[in-house]
C-alpha cells in the first residue's frame, strides 16, 4: 500500500519527539552522574581523628582556619619555679687545742743527767724492764714478781702500750712504776727537738690511754743520748734513767747468752743503788725470754747479798 502524505507527516513528527525525548533524558543522566562524583562518598559513622603522638617538644601550629582563625588562644608563658635554697652548714666551733697534762715533778738536781745509779739509795736494787717488741715474757716476769713480793719499773713504748693496753693495765694493777720509753724507739741523737717532744708525748698520752702515767721517768731508745736530747726531755718533764748492768738476754740463746750469763751479769754489777736493765720481749730469732727465766734466780741471789728492791719512785722521793 502506498503511505499517503499524511501518514509520512506523522511519522517524521514521532521520530523528531522520540529523538528529543531521548536527548532530554541523556542530558538528565549526565546531570546526575556529574552531581554523585562531586560529592563526598557516604561514611559508615563518624569520622574518628587519632591523636599525634607526643613529641618532646612542641611543634609549630598549623595555621587555622574558620572563625577559630579570627580569635587564637593566648600562648601562656613557662612557669619558672625558683630553686629552694639549701641551708648552708654553720662553722661549729673551732677544736680546742690538745694541753699536754702538766709534768711531774723531779727534783732539779737530776737535770743534765742521765741516771746509772740510784744515788744515795743504800743497798737497794731496781729492777727495770724495757718493752718494745712483744710481749712474751710478761706473764712468768709478773707472776716472779707478785711471788717474791718484789716491786720493779717498766719502760713501755707507745706502740708497745697500744698494743697491748691489756698488758698495761696488769703491770699497774699489780702496783708496779710506769715509765716512758718513747712512741716507736728511734735513736734520739738525730732527731730535732720538735720530733723529740712528739716522741715523748706521743708515748705518754698512749700509756695514759691504756690506764698508767709514765711521768716522770724516761729511758732513751738504745741508750742514744746526749747533752742537747738530756735537756729537751729534762723541759719536757722527764728525768732521764739508765742503767748499771744489762743482762744482755735480749740476745737471746742465739746470741750466746744464757740464764746463768744474765744472772752472773746482775751480780757481776751489784752496788747499793744498782738499776737492772732487763727485757719483756721474746728474742726474734729463737724466741728466747732469757730475763724472765732468769728472774726467779736473779731475785734470790740479791736477796742473799742483803739488798732490797725499790722502783724509780725512790728518786723522786716516793
Given at each position: 500500500?502506498?503511505p499517503?502524505?499524511?501518514?509520512?507527516?506523522?511519522?517524521?513528527?514521532?521520530a523528531?519527539?522520540?529523538?528529543?525525548?531521548?536527548?532530554?533524558?541523556?542530558?538528565?543522566?549526565?546531570?546526575?552522574?556529574a552531581?554523585?562524583?562531586?560529592?563526598?562518598?557516604?561514611?559508615?559513622?563518624?569520622?574518628?581523628?587519632?591523636?599525634?603522638?607526643?613529641?618532646?617538644?612542641?611543634?609549630?601550629?598549623?595555621?587555622?582556619?574558620?572563625?577559630?582563625?579570627?580569635?587564637?588562644?593566648?600562648?601562656?608563658?613557662?612557669?619558672?619555679?625558683?630553686?629552694i635554697?639549701?641551708?648552708?652548714?654553720q662553722?661549729?666551733p673551732?677544736?680546742?687545742?690538745i694541753?699536754?697534762?702538766?709534768?711531774?715533778?723531779?727534783?732539779?738536781?737530776?737535770?743534765?743527767?742521765?741516771?746509772?745509779?740510784?744515788?744515795?739509795a743504800?743497798?737497794?736494787?731496781?729492777?727495770?724492764?724495757?718493752?718494745?717488741?712483744?710481749?712474751?715474757?710478761?706473764?712468768?716476769?709478773?707472776?716472779?714478781?707478785?711471788?717474791?713480793g718484789?716491786?720493779a719499773?717498766?719502760?713501755?713504748?707507745?706502740?708497745?702500750?697500744a698494743?697491748?693496753?691489756?698488758?698495761?693495765?696488769?703491770?699497774?694493777?699489780?702496783?708496779?712504776?710506769?715509765?716512758?720509753?718513747?712512741?716507736?724507739h728511734?735513736?734520739?741523737t738525730?732527731?730535732p727537738?720538735?720530733?723529740?717532744a712528739?716522741?715523748?708525748?706521743?708515748?705518754?698520752?698512749?700509756?695514759?690511754?691504756?690506764?698508767?702515767d709514765?711521768?716522770?721517768?724516761?729511758?732513751?731508745?738504745?741508750?742514744?743520748?746526749?747533752a742537747?736530747?738530756?735537756a729537751?726531755?729534762?723541759?719536757l718533764?722527764?728525768?732521764?734513767?739508765r742503767?748499771?748492768?744489762?743482762?744482755?738476754?735480749?740476745?737471746?740463746?742465739s746470741?750466746?747468752?744464757?740464764?746463768?750469763?744474765?744472772?752472773?751479769?746482775v751480780?757481776?754489777?751489784?752496788?747499793?743503788?744498782?738499776i737492772?736493765?732487763?727485757?719483756?720481749?721474746?728474742?726474734?730469732?729463737?724466741?728466747?725470754?732469757?730475763?724472765?727465766?732468769?728472774?726467779?734466780?736473779?731475785?734470790?741471789?740479791i736477796s742473799?747479798?742483803?739488798?732490797?728492791?725499790?722502783?724509780l719512785?725512790?728518786?723522786?722521793g716516793?
Open positions: 500500500m502506498t499517503t502524505p499524511a501518514g509520512t507527516a506523522r511519522r517524521r513528527s514521532a523528531v519527539l522520540l529523538t528529543l525525548v531521548l536527548l532530554a533524558l541523556a542530558v538528565v543522566i549526565a546531570v546526575v552522574i552531581g554523585r562524583a562531586g560529592s563526598p562518598p557516604p561514611s559508615a559513622g563518624p569520622a574518628v581523628i587519632s591523636p599525634e603522638p607526643a613529641t618532646t617538644s612542641p611543634s609549630p601550629a598549623a595555621p587555622a582556619t574558620g572563625p577559630a582563625a579570627e580569635s587564637p588562644e593566648p600562648v601562656q608563658p613557662p612557669v619558672v619555679v625558683p630553686p635554697p639549701q641551708p648552708q652548714p662553722p661549729g673551732e677544736p680546742e687545742p694541753t699536754p697534762p702538766p709534768s711531774a715533778p723531779f727534783p732539779p738536781s737530776l737535770r743534765g743527767q742521765d741516771l746509772t745509779v740510784l744515788p744515795g743504800g743497798n737497794v736494787v731496781a729492777l727495770t724492764f724495757d718493752a718494745g717488741a712483744n710481749a712474751e715474757g710478761l706473764p712468768k716476769i709478773l707472776s716472779t714478781l707478785s711471788t717474791k718484789v716491786p719499773t717498766f719502760f713501755l713504748t707507745g706502740t708497745w702500750a698494743s697491748n693496753p691489756g698488758g698495761v693495765g696488769q703491770i699497774a694493777a699489780a702496783g708496779h712504776r710506769v715509765a716512758n720509753h718513747s712512741l716507736t728511734p735513736g734520739f738525730g732527731l727537738d720538735p720530733l723529740i712528739d716522741q715523748v708525748r706521743g708515748a705518754e698520752q698512749t700509756i695514759q690511754a691504756a690506764g698508767a709514765p711521768r716522770p721517768f724516761f729511758r732513751f731508745p738504745f741508750g742514744e743520748r746526749d742537747r736530747t738530756i729537751a726531755v729534762n723541759d718533764g722527764y728525768v732521764s734513767v742503767w748499771t748492768v744489762d743482762t744482755l738476754g735480749w740476745k737471746g740463746t746470741g750466746g747468752i744464757s740464764t746463768q750469763t744474765v744472772t752472773d751479769r751480780l757481776g754489777g751489784l752496788q747499793p743503788g744498782e737492772v736493765l732487763m727485757h719483756i720481749g721474746s728474742n726474734p730469732d729463737d724466741g728466747s725470754t732469757l730475763d724472765a727465766d732468769a728472774l726467779a734466780q736473779v731475785i734470790d741471789r742473799s747479798a742483803g739488798y732490797g728492791f725499790v722502783t719512785d725512790q728518786l723522786v716516793g
